[in-house]
Structures are given as C-alpha cells and as structure tokens.
C-alpha cells in the first residue's frame, strides 16, 4: 500500500510569491491534516479536512488555506509569502473521521521544505 | 502552559544501551492519547507507539516502551539496546478528547538521540 505522498519535496520561492502544495493521502483515507514544522515554533497544526470539508484549523493567518477534493487529495495555498513562511510542511492522513478513537495514527507524508527568499 | 513538554533537547548514548526520552503532559480531559513519532534527517515522522489513558497496561512495540505514570502526567518512552539507525529526533504528542474526532494532534519540542557507536 502506498503511503502518503507530498509534491514537491523542495520549493524555493520570493517573498510575495503564492505556493500550493500538494498532499495524497494513503487510499481510503479520508482526513488530511497539515502542519508546519520550524525550528522554533517546532510542530504546529494548520488544518484538517475530512470528505471535503474542513473541519479544523489551527492558529494561522488567512494566507494560508486548504481545501479537499473528491478523491481525498489535499493542496494548502500560502498566498503573499513571507521569510518566516519557509519551514517543512508536513501532511498526514488517517481513516477515522469525526467520531473516530482517539487512537487514530496519523500516517505523515515527507514533508515539503519551502524556503522564501 | 505547554501541552506537552520535552526537556531533553539532546541525548547522546551509546549503542546498546537503554535509552529513556521524557514527556511530560498538561490536559484537564480523562480520556486522552498519547504518541510517540520518530523523525529522522528525511523529515517523515514515523510512529512508534500508543498510549491511551484509560490503558492499564504500558503500551510496548519491540523494542519500544512506554512508561506510563498518569498521576504524574508523564509518558517517557524507553527504548531497549539502541541502534545507530535510532539516531533521530523523537516526539511525543497527544490527542486530546475534547477534539474528540478532530485530528489534531499537539506535539512537543522534540528530543535529538544520537547514538555513539
């Protein structure tokens, strides 16, 4: 079985520049989380959807967003990067959706580095 | 305060010796998970084991171990003859029931294990 999958792995982009990146969840699965990961924030959520629908979102501004498609895959957008914007973002996908164990693992993606000049 | 705190940020150990990694957490619910993921250089964080609070028993996978002490809200994982391909950065997290069917998971700062050959 594949495991999740995150396109690209590196991105280089300006600041003010907009980025998508893309995430595969493993199939069947139909929650997608995301998540930045820098050095000195360390791991932080940035939102989960479910069957197309977000269900949570963490302590973001408006630039970043997400959505979900009929096959599960996921994109977040950043849209007027800013140098504090480059970090690695993780996604995560899951079988449970709302209602679901609290032992729920999350299986990760590798990440993809973006770095914002 | 911090959901989840990791004091070491480095360890260093030598090969085949036991290794314990501390986590400490802070919830209010009392049903509750908690996780441990492996993040080596290649950025995918890998699960290793599971611990829910209402579990009577420490969670063991291999060579991995959870020493759970709930009154003292700590969840150190231990692990047994260590590897050099257990040099990585370790976290532990927590689900919490409040986000009962919400993904989010709550990560701490990380622990760098380096292992001495």
């Known amino acids: 079985k594949a495991g999740v999958t995150q396109t690209p792995r590196y991105l280089i982009k300006t600041r003010g520049q907009q980025v998508t990146l893309s995430c595969s969840p493993i199939?069947?699965?139909?929650?997608v989380s995301w998540y930045q990961q820098t050095p000195g924030q360390g791991l932080q959520f940035l939102f989960e959807y479910f069957s197309e629908t977000q269900r949570n979102k963490g302590n973001f501004p408006g630039r970043f967003s997400g959505r979900q498609f009929s096959n599960s895959r996921s994109e977040m957008n950043v849209s007027t990067l800013e140098l504090g914007d480059s970090a690695l973002y993780l996604c995560?996908?899951?079988?449970f959706g709302s209602g679901g164990p609290l032992y729920n693992e999350q299986f990760f993606g590798p990440g993809t580095r973006l770095t914002v000049l | 305060a911090q959901k989840i705190t990791q004091t070491q940020p480095g360890m260093f150990v030598q090969e085949k010796e036991a290794v314990t990694l501390d986590c400490t957490y802070d919830t209010s619910d009392q049903s509750y998970g908690l996780f441990w993921y492996k993040q080596p250089s290649s950025g995918e964080m890998i699960f290793l084991i599971y611990?829910?609070?209402?579990?009577?028993q420490n969670a063991t996978e291999g060579r991995y171990s959870l020493n759970f002490q709930k009154a003292r809200k700590s969840a150190n994982l231990v692990i047994s003859a260590s590897q050099l391909g257990d040099s990585a950065m370790y976290f532990c997290?927590?689900?919490?029931?409040?986000?009962?069917?919400?993904?989010?998971?709550?990560f701490g700062t990380g622990t760098r294990l380096t292992i001495i050959p």
């Open positions: 199939s069947g699965h139909r929650s």
């Open positions: 995560a996908s899951s079988f």
């Open positions: 997290a927590m689900r919490e029931a409040t986000n009962f069917g919400n993904e989010k998971l709550t």
């Open positions: 611990q829910g609070s209402y579990d009577e």
